[in-house]
């Protein structure tokens, strides 16, 4: 061979070797799965590498809305970086930064309040985003303001349709400046950490999102995800059990934010309990009992074997559109809501439109079901039980979270001794107070 | 001996061994023809799949480099045979001028080579533009207002380049057929002119002969056959080099384009391609028509005219560096040096 021959060999060799590396790297491309969710019509690849993720929730069917719809990026890229860029509030599309553009629009969650589709500015306005009530309760305490009426909330917030007595029109931003007084600067420094569109504090028990699925998604108490993405990991906390959204929100993911210990004014600290988790002798209804409520509190039996969302309403913890001063003004559910007093039976309603919310709120929950027909429980504010039924001789509660049946007592012709004013549970815990079994 | 095949029989019998020494061309104008032959070659077969409209660009794109089998790898080939274009054009030209060979007769093949290169960086400027991602959107947005600056004509330019009297979903249709036909079908024209007037004008330029009774010696002469193997064996190792950069290296790609929110989701960041940075980092300390227009037509005119002004000697022809050309090499270096280091002060921002 001579000299040009032997350089044709060898580049020859150079280059089938190359083409044969092309050729792996072909075989080794995932095989792409592809979706054309029905909404938008445009074709997506996330589940090339997401097959197996929940269906975020049968109300938002990914056959209908895919990915894109909710969490932007770009669809049809399948590097990871590429794939990701642009991504509406990063993992959590419902972050309150970026929730309008991801779940707001007039056919979705920002729509007109008599179609029940003005979430996001009713969870923007609530106690749970402004955290209003505490910023002005401290700030007065300080002497960073004449007197505790709510006028500063985490972020600027208007409403323009006030609908309730103690409904104000605006909320400044909370920003004291440097000639505040010290402990208020602390405060807005240090405290700020409890409302929904605050990152949580990155340790077992406080793991949850912000935005709707601060709530709506359900974070396990050490934070590991339990569902089928191949791509999120298991070992790692921060994340949800499932990529899920749920109705069904168990006491647990409350207490990612509640009763999970105290701030204290002195120290401008937050104090975490230490009693947790019980002993591990204990078994599991123990465990709820001392995992439900900080030791100091007070409650019924109900109170805690129930979970927070059988008796607390969506009105009540998403609010209801207007900016109120403290979950006082947003807050009305009592004892006899459900119970009834000596002389009244609780309020009932029985459900004739097919379009009621009752029957839709029902069909988000997997754990009741709502009928025409149906006689409910309905509150002084319009909202419905609709997971408390009266059979006609008996009222019964499926709990909204394990989907257990429970009787609820009636007070009419009980033993009990209330006025007819003393209806706060307050007064009823004076008597039916529940006693720990077990004090750690 | 074996009667001379095709390939042989498109070169002269027999060339000047001095010259056709790889360390006196380094190959470059051949290999600039392969690369080119390339990227029609890759081109074709990616037209199969692009899809020129405002809304599918993007997602052609996308299909080509995630789904299509070898996508990949066509798209990479195309991406990387334009890199190395420009790169051998450009070492081309300094081959050209640093050795002597704008010299009479090939002027005007100087010019031939010059434009060739002009419509190449304009092909590679089409071709950025129409992968129509915030990166790409930035860089037409950029360079189609730098054309409005155009003294008196800018607008009917303007309007000519984008297809209206703004960036629109025609504007891609525009960059495509540019791309495709409009600038690609006139380089291969000029490829093979300016292989004529290689030929044409003496063959590759090479040193004057003194022959003399006193010595009757010619300078020793290599076969086309010889030529040609030489030319597979640089093809091949191209070829190689082309396979590996696209196996490991992946062409750029950005985020599409929001087409609701149309140029304000145009990146901020870097937006000229690469070979355009230099004139980026003019943008930002010139007025548009000095950086956009003025400059770039003068370091051009400087260039095409150079034969004629800088050095309109013959002597020194094929001779590396020589004295005679003293001026058109230092002006040369001086402008390699200037585009080089405005184009690493704007990637080093």
């Known amino acids: 061979m001579n000299g040009y021959q032997k350089g044709t060999a060898v580049l020859g060799l150079l280059l089938l070797l190359i083409v044969v590396g092309a050729v792996v790297r072909q075989s080794r491309q995932p095989a792409v799965v592809q979706l054309v969710p029905a909404l938008t019509g445009r074709p997506e690849l996330c589940l090339t590498c997401h097959q197996g993720i929940e269906e975020i929730s049968p109300a938002h069917p990914t056959d209908t809305f895919g990915c894109v719809l909710c969490h932007g990026g770009d669809g049809l890229a399948l590097d990871k970086e590429l794939a990701h860029a642009g991504m509406r509030g990063g993992r959590n599309p419902s972050d309150l930064a970026a929730v309008e553009e991801s779940c707001g629009g007039s056919t979705c969650h920002s729509g007109a309040a008599e179609d029940g589709r003005d979430h996001i500015h009713r969870v923007l306005t609530s106690v749970q985003a402004t955290y209003a009530g505490a910023i002005a309760q401290v700030n007065f305490a300080f002497g960073g303001q004449a007197d505790a009426a709510a006028q500063f909330g985490i972020m600027a917030v208007e409403d323009s349709d006030i609908t309730t007595a103690t409904g104000a029109a605006a909320l400044a931003p909370f920003r004291p400046g440097p000639d505040a007084p010290g402990p208020v600067q602390t405060f807005a420094n240090e405290c700020l950490t409890c409302h929904v569109s605050a990152e949580a504090i990155n340790q077992p028990y406080f793991y949850r999102a912000t935005g709707c699925a601060a709530c709506h998604v359900v974070y396990e108490n050490d934070g590991l995800y339990r569902g089928d993405d191949p791509t999120t990991p298991k070992d790692v906390p921060g994340y949800g059990r499932t990529h899920q959204l749920t109705t069904a929100i168990p006491y647990t993911q409350c207490n990612h934010c509640h009763n999970r210990g105290n701030y204290s004014l002195r120290q401008m600290a937050f104090l975490e309990r230490d009693d947790l988790p019980g002993p591990s002798h204990l078994s599991a209804q123990e465990q709820r009992e001392i995992d439900y409520y900080q030791p100091i509190a007070q409650f019924t039996l109900c109170e805690w074997e129930l979970d927070c969302v059988d008796c607390h309403t969506n009105g009540e913890v998403m609010g209801n559109g207007d900016i109120h001063a403290g979950q006082k003004d947003i807050q009305y559910i009592q004892c006899r809501t459900c119970h009834g007093t000596l002389t009244e039976m609780p309020q009932l309603v029985t459900i004739e439109d097919p379009e009621h919310p009752a029957i839709y709120s029902s069909e988000l929950n997997p754990n009741y079901s709502v009928q025409v027909g149906d006689t409910v429980i309905a509150t002084t504010q319009g909202e419905t039980f609709g997971w408390v039924k009266w059979d006609g001789e008996r009222l019964l509660e499926t709990g909204k979270v394990d989907g257990r049946l429970y009787e609820v007592p009636l007070v009419m012709g009980s033993a009990c001794k209330q006025q007819p004013d003393q209806q706060e549970s307050a007064y009823c815990h004076e008597c039916h107070a529940y006693e720990r079994a077990v004090n750690p | 001996m074996a009667r001379p095949n095709f390939f042989e029989h498109l070169h002269p019998p027999t060339i000047p061994a001095r010259e056709a020494r790889f360390t006196y061309t380094f190959g470059l104008g051949g290999m600039s023809l392969f690369l080119f032959l390339s990227l029609i070659v890759t081109g074709v077969l990616l037209m199969f799949v692009y899809v020129p409209t405002a809304v599918s660009a993007a997602d052609s794109i996308r299909t080509i480099t995630y789904v299509a089998p070898f996508g990949w790898l066509l798209r990479n080939l195309h991406y990387w045979a334009a890199v190395l274009l420009l790169l ?221 002004t800088l050095d309109r000697k013959t002597e020194g022809t094929a001779v590396w560096f020589h004295p005679a050309g003293r001026w058109a090499q230092v002006v040369v270096i001086a402008l390699t040096i200037g585009i080089i280091a405005l184009t690493l002060l704007e990637l080093w921002r």
């Open chain 2, 88 to 308: 051998t054009s450009a070492f081309h030209l300094l081959r050209v001028v640093f050795s002597g060979s704008y010299k009479p007769p090939r002027r005007f093949n100087w010019l031939l080579g010059l434009a060739l290169l002009l419509l190449s960086l304009l092909l590679s400027f089409s071709g950025y533009v129409l992968r129509w991602d915030v990166d790409t959107f930035g860089a037409l947005t950029v360079g189609t207002n730098i054309v409005r600056q155009f003294p008196l004509l800018g607008g009917w330019f303007y309007g000519l380049l984008v297809g209206g009297p703004d960036i629109s979903v025609v504007t891609v249709v525009r960059f495509y057929t540019w791309h495709t036909l409009g600038l690609s079908v006139p380089v291969l024209l000029l490829m093979g002119w300016h292989a004529f007037r290689v030929r044409r004008d003496g063959g590759i330029s090479h040193q004057s002969l003194v022959v003399s009774p006193q010595s009757p010696a010619r300078p020793p002469r290599i076969s086309r056959r010889e030529l040609v193997q030489r030319e597979g064996v640089a093809m091949l190792a191209l070829l190689s080099v082309l396979f590996a950069l696209s196996l490991f290296f992946n062409a750029p790609l950005a985020a599409p384009v929001d087409p609701l929110a149309g140029p304000s989701a145009a990146s901020t960041d870097i937006a000229a391609p690469w070979f355009f940075l230099w004139i980026q980092a003019l943008l930002r300390r010139l007025p548009p028509l000095w950086a956009g227009i003025l400059i770039p037509l003068g370091v051009t005119a400087v260039l095409a005219l150079l034969p004629w």
